[in-house]
Protein backbone atom coordinates (compact mmCIF):
# COMPACT_ATOMS: atom_id res chain seq x y z
CA UNK A 1 0.00 0.00 0.00
CA UNK A 2 2.66 2.72 0.77
CA UNK A 3 4.60 1.13 -2.36
CA UNK A 4 1.78 2.03 -4.52
CA UNK A 5 1.02 5.32 -2.60
CA UNK A 6 4.78 6.52 -2.93
CA UNK A 7 5.08 5.62 -6.90
CA UNK A 8 1.62 7.90 -7.37
CA UNK A 9 3.23 10.67 -5.42
CA UNK A 10 6.79 10.15 -7.68
CA UNK A 11 4.90 10.23 -10.76
CA UNK A 12 2.48 13.18 -9.82
CA UNK A 13 4.95 15.31 -8.35
CA UNK A 14 6.36 16.35 -12.35
CA UNK A 15 2.82 17.08 -13.00
CA UNK A 16 2.04 19.36 -10.52
CA UNK A 17 5.04 21.03 -10.54
CA UNK A 18 4.34 21.45 -14.13
CA UNK A 19 1.11 22.83 -13.67
CA UNK A 20 2.04 25.29 -10.64
CA UNK A 21 4.62 26.61 -12.98
CA UNK A 22 2.30 27.02 -15.85
CA UNK A 23 2.35 30.76 -16.53
CA UNK A 24 -0.55 32.24 -17.46
CA UNK A 25 -2.87 30.11 -14.91
CA UNK A 26 0.01 31.18 -11.86
CA UNK A 27 -0.57 34.79 -13.39
CA UNK A 28 -4.48 34.20 -13.04
CA UNK A 29 -4.19 33.08 -9.61
CA UNK A 30 -1.55 35.69 -8.40
CA UNK A 31 -3.48 38.48 -10.00
CA UNK A 32 -6.67 36.77 -7.91
CA UNK A 33 -4.72 37.16 -4.81
CA UNK A 34 -3.57 40.79 -5.30
CA UNK A 35 -6.97 42.27 -5.42
CA UNK A 36 -8.23 40.17 -2.08
CA UNK A 37 -7.71 42.77 0.35
CA UNK A 38 -9.98 45.08 -1.83
CA UNK A 39 -13.11 42.62 -1.75
CA UNK A 40 -12.48 41.97 1.83
CA UNK A 41 -13.02 45.22 2.48
CA UNK A 42 -16.20 45.55 0.02
CA UNK A 43 -17.91 42.54 1.89
CA UNK A 44 -17.20 43.92 5.07
CA UNK A 45 -19.18 47.37 4.29
CA UNK A 46 -22.01 44.82 2.04
CA UNK A 47 -22.35 42.93 5.33
CA UNK A 48 -22.18 46.58 7.36
CA UNK A 49 -25.07 47.42 5.47
CA UNK A 50 -27.24 44.62 5.01
CA UNK A 51 -26.87 42.64 8.21
CA UNK A 52 -27.03 45.92 11.02
CA UNK A 53 -27.63 49.01 8.36
CA UNK A 54 -30.65 47.83 6.30
CA UNK A 55 -34.09 48.65 7.49
CA UNK A 56 -35.88 45.41 7.02
CA UNK A 57 -33.29 42.58 7.69
CA UNK A 58 -30.71 45.02 9.99
CA UNK A 59 -30.38 43.95 13.32
CA UNK A 60 -30.83 48.06 14.25
CA UNK A 61 -33.51 48.10 11.40
CA UNK A 62 -35.93 48.05 13.77
CA UNK A 63 -34.63 50.36 16.60
CA UNK A 64 -33.63 53.80 14.13
CA UNK A 65 -33.24 54.17 10.28
CA UNK A 66 -29.66 54.15 9.71
CA UNK A 67 -30.01 53.20 5.73
CA UNK A 68 -29.27 56.88 5.01
CA UNK A 69 -25.16 55.92 5.81
CA UNK A 70 -25.75 52.81 3.50
CA UNK A 71 -24.24 55.28 0.85
CA UNK A 72 -20.77 54.74 2.48
CA UNK A 73 -20.63 51.06 2.02
CA UNK A 74 -22.53 51.55 -1.95
CA UNK A 75 -19.51 54.10 -2.75
CA UNK A 76 -16.67 51.62 -1.91
CA UNK A 77 -18.49 48.94 -3.39
CA UNK A 78 -18.71 50.86 -6.63
CA UNK A 79 -15.00 51.42 -6.52
CA UNK A 80 -13.97 48.03 -5.66
CA UNK A 81 -16.50 45.26 -6.97
CA UNK A 82 -18.01 47.44 -9.49
CA UNK A 83 -14.82 47.34 -11.34
CA UNK A 84 -13.48 43.92 -10.60
CA UNK A 85 -12.98 42.87 -13.96
CA UNK A 86 -10.94 45.66 -15.11
CA UNK A 87 -8.89 45.19 -11.92
CA UNK A 88 -8.53 41.78 -13.04
CA UNK A 89 -7.35 43.30 -16.22
CA UNK A 90 -4.86 44.95 -14.73
CA UNK A 91 -3.03 42.35 -12.39
CA UNK A 92 -3.39 39.45 -14.01
CA UNK A 93 -1.45 41.51 -17.26
CA UNK A 94 1.05 42.66 -14.92
CA UNK A 95 1.84 39.66 -13.40
CA UNK A 96 2.24 37.78 -16.74
CA UNK A 97 4.68 40.81 -17.87
CA UNK A 98 6.39 39.98 -14.86
CA UNK A 99 6.81 36.90 -15.46
CA UNK A 100 8.30 37.12 -18.91
CA UNK A 101 10.57 39.59 -17.22
CA UNK A 102 8.58 42.69 -18.41
CA UNK A 103 7.69 45.91 -17.58
CA UNK A 104 4.17 45.06 -15.52
CA UNK A 105 2.74 48.56 -15.05
CA UNK A 106 2.40 49.01 -18.99
CA UNK A 107 1.36 45.89 -20.32
CA UNK A 108 -1.40 46.03 -17.14
CA UNK A 109 -2.11 49.72 -18.69
CA UNK A 110 -2.66 47.81 -21.99
CA UNK A 111 -4.96 44.88 -21.06
CA UNK A 112 -7.20 47.44 -19.27
CA UNK A 113 -7.16 49.69 -22.58
CA UNK A 114 -7.75 46.38 -24.74
CA UNK A 115 -10.59 45.21 -22.10
CA UNK A 116 -12.15 48.52 -22.42
CA UNK A 117 -11.61 48.64 -26.25
CA UNK A 118 -13.72 44.89 -26.30
CA UNK A 119 -16.70 46.02 -24.07
CA UNK A 120 -19.94 47.70 -25.92
CA UNK A 121 -19.71 51.28 -26.79
CA UNK A 122 -23.24 51.07 -26.79
CA UNK A 123 -25.50 50.36 -23.82
CA UNK A 124 -29.27 50.07 -23.74
CA UNK A 125 -30.91 51.68 -20.92
CA UNK A 126 -35.34 52.09 -20.18
CA UNK A 127 -35.32 55.33 -18.32
CA UNK A 128 -37.37 55.34 -15.15
CA UNK A 129 -41.40 56.23 -16.21
CA UNK A 130 -40.81 55.21 -19.59
CA UNK A 131 -41.47 52.01 -22.06
CA UNK A 132 -38.92 52.33 -24.37
CA UNK A 133 -35.25 51.96 -23.93
CA UNK A 134 -32.88 54.06 -24.97
CA UNK A 135 -28.94 53.79 -26.46
CA UNK A 136 -26.40 55.79 -24.48
CA UNK A 137 -23.06 55.73 -25.31
CA UNK A 138 -19.92 56.69 -22.90
CA UNK A 139 -20.87 55.14 -20.07
CA UNK A 140 -19.73 51.58 -18.83
CA UNK A 141 -22.14 49.01 -17.48
CA UNK A 142 -21.29 47.34 -14.30
CA UNK A 143 -22.79 44.24 -15.88
CA UNK A 144 -19.66 44.53 -17.76
CA UNK A 145 -17.00 45.86 -14.93
CA UNK A 146 -17.59 43.94 -12.77
CA UNK A 147 -18.21 40.36 -11.00
CA UNK A 148 -20.35 39.01 -14.31
CA UNK A 149 -17.30 39.73 -16.76
CA UNK A 150 -14.36 37.93 -15.15
CA UNK A 151 -13.88 35.55 -17.14
CA UNK A 152 -13.70 38.05 -20.11
CA UNK A 153 -11.57 40.14 -18.48
CA UNK A 154 -9.38 37.38 -17.83
CA UNK A 155 -9.19 36.60 -21.58
CA UNK A 156 -8.72 40.08 -22.96
CA UNK A 157 -5.57 40.30 -20.10
CA UNK A 158 -4.40 37.20 -21.12
CA UNK A 159 -4.62 37.82 -25.30
CA UNK A 160 -3.96 41.39 -24.96
CA UNK A 161 -0.79 41.29 -23.12
CA UNK A 162 0.92 38.06 -25.35
CA UNK A 163 -0.03 40.07 -29.03
CA UNK A 164 1.33 43.63 -27.41
CA UNK A 165 4.42 41.58 -25.37
CA UNK A 166 5.10 39.36 -28.91
CA UNK A 167 5.08 42.87 -30.97
CA UNK A 168 7.08 44.78 -28.52
CA UNK A 169 10.30 42.30 -29.00
CA UNK A 170 10.18 42.93 -32.20
CA UNK A 171 13.48 44.99 -32.95
CA UNK A 172 11.73 46.59 -36.26
CA UNK A 173 8.98 47.42 -34.60
CA UNK A 174 11.23 50.10 -32.24
CA UNK A 175 11.19 53.77 -32.54
CA UNK A 176 14.60 54.23 -31.87
CA UNK A 177 15.24 57.65 -30.29
CA UNK A 178 18.73 59.60 -30.61
CA UNK A 179 21.19 58.73 -27.62
CA UNK A 180 20.66 62.40 -26.69
CA UNK A 181 16.57 61.71 -25.24
CA UNK A 182 16.63 60.62 -22.20
CA UNK A 183 16.05 56.37 -22.06
CA UNK A 184 13.02 56.65 -19.74
CA UNK A 185 11.44 58.56 -23.18
CA UNK A 186 12.61 56.29 -25.15
CA UNK A 187 10.98 53.26 -23.70
CA UNK A 188 7.72 54.47 -23.50
CA UNK A 189 8.24 55.29 -27.66
CA UNK A 190 9.17 51.54 -27.57
CA UNK A 191 5.93 50.62 -26.81
CA UNK A 192 3.84 53.10 -29.25
CA UNK A 193 3.89 51.08 -32.11
CA UNK A 194 3.23 48.00 -30.31
CA UNK A 195 0.46 49.37 -28.72
CA UNK A 196 -0.78 50.94 -31.97
CA UNK A 197 -1.13 47.40 -34.05
CA UNK A 198 -2.15 45.57 -30.56
CA UNK A 199 -5.56 47.99 -29.84
CA UNK A 200 -6.09 48.26 -33.86
CA UNK A 201 -6.39 44.57 -34.01
CA UNK A 202 -8.70 43.87 -31.15
CA UNK A 203 -10.72 46.86 -31.76
CA UNK A 204 -11.40 45.50 -36.04
CA UNK A 205 -11.80 42.13 -34.44
CA UNK A 206 -14.89 43.44 -32.26
CA UNK A 207 -16.25 45.46 -34.94
CA UNK A 208 -15.84 41.86 -37.21
CA UNK A 209 -17.88 40.68 -34.48
CA UNK A 210 -20.45 43.14 -34.48
CA UNK A 211 -20.97 43.02 -37.91
CA UNK A 212 -21.01 39.47 -38.58
CA UNK A 213 -22.74 37.73 -35.78
CA UNK A 214 -25.00 41.07 -34.22
CA UNK A 215 -23.11 40.71 -31.18
CA UNK A 216 -19.29 41.12 -29.43
CA UNK A 217 -16.76 38.89 -28.44
CA UNK A 218 -17.56 39.47 -25.10
CA UNK A 219 -21.28 37.75 -25.56
CA UNK A 220 -19.40 34.89 -27.58
CA UNK A 221 -16.89 34.24 -24.76
CA UNK A 222 -19.83 34.08 -21.96
CA UNK A 223 -21.58 31.49 -23.76
CA UNK A 224 -18.94 29.73 -24.91
CA UNK A 225 -16.46 29.70 -22.03
CA UNK A 226 -17.57 31.10 -19.09
CA UNK A 227 -21.27 29.54 -18.95
CA UNK A 228 -20.00 25.79 -19.59
CA UNK A 229 -16.71 26.16 -16.98
CA UNK A 230 -18.82 27.42 -14.23
CA UNK A 231 -21.24 24.94 -14.68
CA UNK A 232 -18.52 22.17 -14.33
CA UNK A 233 -17.08 24.07 -11.10
CA UNK A 234 -20.20 24.93 -9.68
CA UNK A 235 -22.05 21.91 -9.88
CA UNK A 236 -21.91 19.68 -6.99
CA UNK A 237 -20.45 16.92 -8.78
CA UNK A 238 -17.92 19.29 -10.22
CA UNK A 239 -17.06 20.62 -7.28
CA UNK A 240 -16.90 17.30 -5.43
CA UNK A 241 -14.83 15.53 -8.16
CA UNK A 242 -12.24 18.61 -7.37
CA UNK A 243 -12.30 17.94 -3.27
CA UNK A 244 -11.34 14.58 -4.42
CA UNK A 245 -8.35 15.15 -6.58
CA UNK A 246 -7.17 18.18 -3.69
CA UNK A 247 -7.26 15.62 -1.15
CA UNK A 248 -6.10 12.77 -3.05
CA UNK A 249 -3.15 15.03 -3.71
CA UNK A 250 -2.85 16.13 -0.02
CA UNK A 251 -2.59 12.74 1.25
CA UNK A 252 0.42 12.41 -0.73
CA UNK A 253 2.13 15.18 0.22
CA UNK A 254 1.54 18.08 -2.39
CA UNK A 255 -0.25 21.33 -1.59
CA UNK A 256 -3.42 20.26 -3.37
CA UNK A 257 -5.22 23.66 -2.77
CA UNK A 258 -2.25 25.01 -3.80
CA UNK A 259 -1.67 22.96 -7.26
CA UNK A 260 -5.66 23.19 -7.96
CA UNK A 261 -5.85 27.03 -7.56
CA UNK A 262 -5.69 28.50 -10.91
CA UNK A 263 -8.60 26.14 -12.20
CA UNK A 264 -11.03 26.39 -9.40
CA UNK A 265 -10.63 29.53 -7.81
CA UNK A 266 -11.64 32.31 -10.75
CA UNK A 267 -14.84 30.38 -11.21
CA UNK A 268 -15.34 30.27 -7.34
CA UNK A 269 -14.34 33.43 -6.81
CA UNK A 270 -16.44 34.91 -9.56
CA UNK A 271 -19.25 33.17 -7.72
CA UNK A 272 -19.29 34.84 -4.35
CA UNK A 273 -18.60 38.04 -5.88
CA UNK A 274 -22.01 37.18 -8.53
CA UNK A 275 -23.57 36.34 -4.76
CA UNK A 276 -22.32 39.95 -2.88
CA UNK A 277 -23.51 41.73 -6.18
CA UNK A 278 -27.17 40.04 -6.06
CA UNK A 279 -27.26 41.13 -2.41
CA UNK A 280 -26.15 44.42 -3.06
CA UNK A 281 -28.50 44.82 -5.54
CA UNK A 282 -31.46 43.01 -3.50
CA UNK A 283 -31.98 40.54 -5.85
CA UNK A 284 -32.30 36.76 -5.63
CA UNK A 285 -28.87 34.72 -4.80
CA UNK A 286 -27.42 32.94 -7.35
CA UNK A 287 -24.67 30.80 -6.79
CA UNK A 288 -24.38 28.00 -3.49
CA UNK A 289 -20.57 26.77 -4.93
CA UNK A 290 -18.44 29.48 -3.36
CA UNK A 291 -14.99 30.13 -2.57
CA UNK A 292 -16.19 30.57 1.27
CA UNK A 293 -18.55 28.32 0.84
CA UNK A 294 -16.22 25.85 0.17
CA UNK A 295 -14.18 27.08 3.01
CA UNK A 296 -16.54 26.84 5.37
CA UNK A 297 -18.24 23.91 5.08
CA UNK A 298 -15.78 21.35 3.61
CA UNK A 299 -12.00 22.72 4.89
CA UNK A 300 -12.63 22.95 8.53
CA UNK A 301 -9.00 23.50 9.83
CA UNK A 302 -7.55 23.18 6.62
CA UNK A 303 -7.21 20.80 3.67
CA UNK A 304 -8.96 16.76 4.62
CA UNK A 305 -11.03 18.95 7.16
CA UNK A 306 -8.65 17.67 9.85
CA UNK A 307 -10.07 19.75 12.73
CA UNK A 308 -12.17 16.28 12.68
CA UNK A 309 -9.15 14.25 12.77
CA UNK A 310 -7.99 16.06 15.46
CA UNK A 311 -10.82 16.00 17.49
CA UNK A 312 -11.05 12.43 16.90
CA UNK A 313 -7.41 12.04 17.91
CA UNK A 314 -7.56 14.02 21.04
CA UNK A 315 -10.62 11.79 21.86
CA UNK A 316 -9.34 7.95 20.56
CA UNK A 317 -5.71 7.87 20.24
CA UNK A 318 -4.06 5.55 22.81
CA UNK A 319 -0.32 6.74 20.94
CA UNK A 320 1.83 9.27 22.83
CA UNK A 321 3.26 10.55 19.09
CA UNK A 322 -0.67 11.36 17.53
CA UNK A 323 -1.28 13.30 20.85
CA UNK A 324 1.63 15.41 21.06
CA UNK A 325 1.55 16.40 17.67
CA UNK A 326 -2.08 17.21 17.94
CA UNK A 327 -2.00 19.49 21.11
CA UNK A 328 0.71 20.91 19.06
CA UNK A 329 -0.99 21.20 16.01
CA UNK A 330 -4.30 22.33 17.11
CA UNK A 331 -3.83 26.52 17.57
CA UNK A 332 -2.43 26.72 13.44
CA UNK A 333 -5.68 24.20 12.96
CA UNK A 334 -8.25 26.73 14.52
CA UNK A 335 -7.06 28.88 11.39
CA UNK A 336 -7.30 26.70 8.82
CA UNK A 337 -3.55 25.72 8.87
CA UNK A 338 -2.64 21.92 9.28
CA UNK A 339 0.67 21.60 7.61
CA UNK A 340 2.22 20.67 11.13
CA UNK A 341 -0.57 17.67 11.26
CA UNK A 342 -0.03 16.89 7.86
CA UNK A 343 3.34 16.12 8.08
CA UNK A 344 3.91 15.68 11.82
CA UNK A 345 1.60 12.65 12.11
CA UNK A 346 1.85 12.48 9.16
CA UNK A 347 -1.00 12.22 7.84
CA UNK A 348 0.17 12.02 4.20
CA UNK A 349 1.99 8.90 2.50
CA UNK A 350 -0.22 7.38 5.25
CA UNK A 351 -2.74 4.69 4.20
CA UNK A 352 -5.01 4.37 6.69
CA UNK A 353 -5.53 8.13 7.50
CA UNK A 354 -6.04 8.79 3.41
CA UNK A 355 -9.13 7.74 3.40
CA UNK A 356 -11.21 9.62 5.71
CA UNK A 357 -9.21 12.35 4.86
CA UNK A 358 -10.33 12.02 1.01
CA UNK A 359 -14.19 11.22 2.07
CA UNK A 360 -14.63 14.05 4.73
CA UNK A 361 -14.72 17.05 3.45
CA UNK A 362 -16.68 15.63 0.04
CA UNK A 363 -19.61 13.95 2.52
CA UNK A 364 -19.33 17.51 4.42
CA UNK A 365 -19.45 19.83 0.89
CA UNK A 366 -22.77 17.46 -0.16
CA UNK A 367 -24.24 17.75 3.23
CA UNK A 368 -23.86 21.46 3.05
CA UNK A 369 -25.11 21.31 -0.39
CA UNK A 370 -28.15 20.18 0.30
CA UNK A 371 -28.85 21.86 3.33
CA UNK A 372 -28.30 25.23 1.04
CA UNK A 373 -30.17 23.91 -1.86
CA UNK A 374 -33.47 23.49 0.83
CA UNK A 375 -33.00 26.52 1.85
CA UNK A 376 -32.08 24.98 5.66
CA UNK A 377 -28.87 27.45 5.29
CA UNK A 378 -28.49 31.06 3.47
CA UNK A 379 -26.21 31.33 0.68
CA UNK A 380 -22.86 32.77 1.12
CA UNK A 381 -22.69 36.12 0.22
CA UNK A 382 -19.62 37.57 2.48
CA UNK A 383 -15.97 37.31 1.32
CA UNK A 384 -13.81 36.01 4.32
CA UNK A 385 -10.29 34.82 4.11
CA UNK A 386 -9.67 31.17 4.49
CA UNK A 387 -7.79 31.88 7.83
CA UNK A 388 -11.31 32.40 9.30
CA UNK A 389 -11.75 29.81 12.16
CA UNK A 390 -13.90 26.91 11.68
CA UNK A 391 -18.09 28.04 12.67
CA UNK A 392 -17.25 31.59 12.47
CA UNK A 393 -16.54 31.56 8.72
CA UNK A 394 -19.86 29.98 8.38
CA UNK A 395 -21.30 32.69 10.46
CA UNK A 396 -19.78 35.36 8.70
CA UNK A 397 -19.67 34.55 4.90
CA UNK A 398 -23.44 34.02 5.32
CA UNK A 399 -23.95 37.24 6.90
CA UNK A 400 -24.45 36.40 9.93
CA UNK A 401 -27.15 32.89 10.06
CA UNK A 402 -27.02 31.31 13.09
CA UNK A 403 -28.01 28.33 11.31
CA UNK A 404 -25.30 28.17 9.26
CA UNK A 405 -22.93 27.86 12.41
CA UNK A 406 -25.12 25.31 13.74
CA UNK A 407 -24.55 23.00 10.26
CA UNK A 408 -20.67 23.46 10.31
CA UNK A 409 -20.83 22.19 14.24
CA UNK A 410 -22.83 19.17 12.73
CA UNK A 411 -19.93 18.75 10.07
CA UNK A 412 -17.61 19.22 12.60
CA UNK A 413 -19.47 16.44 14.68
CA UNK A 414 -19.86 13.82 11.69
CA UNK A 415 -16.17 14.60 10.19
CA UNK A 416 -15.35 13.05 14.08
CA UNK A 417 -17.56 10.14 13.35
CA UNK A 418 -15.66 9.63 10.22
CA UNK A 419 -12.35 9.83 11.72
CA UNK A 420 -12.88 7.84 14.74
CA UNK A 421 -12.63 4.35 13.82
CA UNK A 422 -9.52 5.48 11.11
CA UNK A 423 -7.77 6.56 13.94
CA UNK A 424 -8.28 3.75 16.55
CA UNK A 425 -7.03 1.68 13.31
CA UNK A 426 -4.09 3.41 13.68
CA UNK A 427 -3.71 2.68 17.30
CA UNK A 428 -3.10 -0.72 16.25
CA UNK A 429 -0.11 0.47 13.94
CA UNK A 430 3.35 0.04 14.99
CA UNK A 431 5.11 2.75 14.76
CA UNK A 432 7.29 2.58 12.04
CA UNK A 433 8.30 6.37 11.89
CA UNK A 434 10.86 6.45 14.51
CA UNK B 1 25.56 36.81 8.45
CA UNK B 2 23.89 33.87 6.14
CA UNK B 3 20.65 35.01 4.18
CA UNK B 4 18.38 32.06 3.75
CA UNK B 5 14.48 32.04 2.04
CA UNK B 6 11.77 29.58 3.18
CA UNK B 7 9.40 29.39 0.97
CA UNK B 8 5.74 27.44 1.17
CA UNK B 9 2.41 27.65 -0.42
CA UNK B 10 1.00 31.22 1.50
CA UNK B 11 4.17 31.32 4.34
CA UNK B 12 1.81 30.44 6.82
CA UNK B 13 2.76 27.19 8.47
CA UNK B 14 6.65 28.56 7.49
CA UNK B 15 6.42 31.60 9.27
CA UNK B 16 5.41 29.73 12.28
CA UNK B 17 8.52 27.15 12.21
CA UNK B 18 10.67 30.25 10.92
CA UNK B 19 9.91 32.23 13.86
CA UNK B 20 11.21 29.70 16.13
CA UNK B 21 14.18 29.35 13.97
CA UNK B 22 14.89 33.03 14.61
CA UNK B 23 14.66 32.21 17.87
CA UNK B 24 16.91 29.19 18.30
CA UNK B 25 19.65 31.25 16.14
CA UNK B 26 19.96 34.13 18.80
CA UNK B 27 20.40 31.79 21.61
CA UNK B 28 23.34 30.02 20.05
CA UNK B 29 24.56 33.60 18.52
CA UNK B 30 24.26 32.66 14.85
CA UNK B 31 24.17 35.30 13.13
CA UNK B 32 21.34 34.25 10.63
CA UNK B 33 18.56 36.51 8.73
CA UNK B 34 15.58 33.90 7.86
CA UNK B 35 12.52 35.01 5.98
CA UNK B 36 9.22 33.14 5.51
CA UNK B 37 7.68 33.92 1.96
CA UNK B 38 4.74 32.77 -0.52
CA UNK B 39 6.15 30.60 -3.17
CA UNK B 40 5.04 33.65 -5.88
CA UNK B 41 7.00 35.69 -3.12
CA UNK B 42 9.80 33.18 -3.14
CA UNK B 43 10.40 33.32 -7.08
CA UNK B 44 10.52 36.95 -7.53
CA UNK B 45 12.83 37.19 -4.21
CA UNK B 46 15.07 34.23 -5.60
CA UNK B 47 15.22 35.45 -8.92
CA UNK B 48 16.45 39.10 -7.64
CA UNK B 49 18.42 38.20 -4.58
CA UNK B 50 21.26 36.11 -3.60
CA UNK B 51 20.76 33.92 -0.52
CA UNK B 52 23.02 31.14 1.15
CA UNK B 53 20.22 28.67 0.99
CA UNK B 54 16.62 28.64 -0.06
CA UNK B 55 14.53 26.09 1.70
CA UNK B 56 10.96 24.66 0.67
CA UNK B 57 8.00 23.32 2.97
CA UNK B 58 7.50 19.47 2.43
CA UNK B 59 4.05 20.93 0.44
CA UNK B 60 5.82 22.38 -2.16
CA UNK B 61 8.24 19.79 -2.70
CA UNK B 62 7.35 19.07 -6.62
CA UNK B 63 8.52 22.74 -7.40
CA UNK B 64 11.84 21.88 -6.11
CA UNK B 65 12.91 21.39 -9.52
CA UNK B 66 11.88 25.01 -11.30
CA UNK B 67 13.37 26.52 -8.26
CA UNK B 68 16.51 25.55 -8.73
CA UNK B 69 16.20 26.59 -12.41
CA UNK B 70 15.40 29.54 -10.42
CA UNK B 71 18.59 29.79 -8.28
CA UNK B 72 20.60 28.88 -11.76
CA UNK B 73 23.56 27.34 -9.61
CA UNK B 74 23.98 30.64 -7.04
CA UNK B 75 22.66 29.02 -3.98
CA UNK B 76 21.19 25.43 -2.93
CA UNK B 77 17.98 24.58 -2.95
CA UNK B 78 16.46 22.14 -0.27
CA UNK B 79 13.52 20.60 1.06
CA UNK B 80 12.38 20.90 4.80
CA UNK B 81 12.56 17.33 6.14
CA UNK B 82 8.80 16.43 6.40
CA UNK B 83 9.01 15.23 10.27
CA UNK B 84 11.04 18.49 11.30
CA UNK B 85 8.65 20.64 9.28
CA UNK B 86 5.40 18.56 11.17
CA UNK B 87 6.86 18.84 14.55
CA UNK B 88 8.13 22.36 14.42
CA UNK B 89 11.60 21.27 15.28
CA UNK B 90 13.56 24.32 14.53
CA UNK B 91 17.03 23.15 16.08
CA UNK B 92 16.97 20.30 13.73
CA UNK B 93 16.37 22.50 10.86
CA UNK B 94 19.00 25.16 11.68
CA UNK B 95 21.63 22.42 12.55
CA UNK B 96 20.34 21.66 8.73
CA UNK B 97 20.43 24.90 7.88
CA UNK B 98 24.07 25.62 9.44
CA UNK B 99 25.58 22.34 7.47
CA UNK B 100 24.51 23.51 4.39
CA UNK B 101 25.64 27.21 4.50
CA UNK B 102 28.75 26.50 6.07
CA UNK B 103 29.92 23.90 3.66
CA UNK B 104 29.53 20.56 5.75
CA UNK B 105 26.84 18.59 4.07
CA UNK B 106 27.03 15.23 3.49
Known amino acids: MNRIANKLAEWLMPVANKFSNQRHLSSVKEGFITIIPLVIVASFFILINNVILDPEDGILGGVVDLSYYKEIGDLINNGTLGILSILIAFTVAYKLAVSYNEDGVISGAMAVAVLITMLPNVIQITPEGSEEAVNVTGVFSQDDTSATGLIFAIIAALLGTEVFLRLKSKKKLQIK?????????????????????????????????????????????????????????????????????QNLLWSLGIHGTFVLGPIKDPSLYGAIQENINALQAGADIPNIVTKPFVDSFAMLGGGGFTLGLMIAILIASRRKDYREVTKFAF??????????LMFGLPVILNPILAIPLIIVPIVNLNIA?????????????????????????????????????VLSIILIGISVIIYLPFVMAANKMTNIEH | MYYVLVACSAGMSTSMLVQKIENEAVEKQIDLSIQAVSMNEGKTL?????YDLLLLGPQVAFMKESMVEVAAGRFPVRVIKQKDYGMMRADNVLEDILEVVEGNEE
Open chain 1, 331 to 340: IPGLFNINEP
Open chain 1, 369 to 405: YLATSLGLISKTVAFIPWTTPPVLSAFLSTAGDWRAA
Open chain 1, 177 to 245: MPDSVPPAVGKSFSALIPAFLTLTFFAILVFLSNALFGFGLQELVSKLIQAPLDFAIQSEIGISVIMFV
Open chain 2, 46 to 50: ARKNN
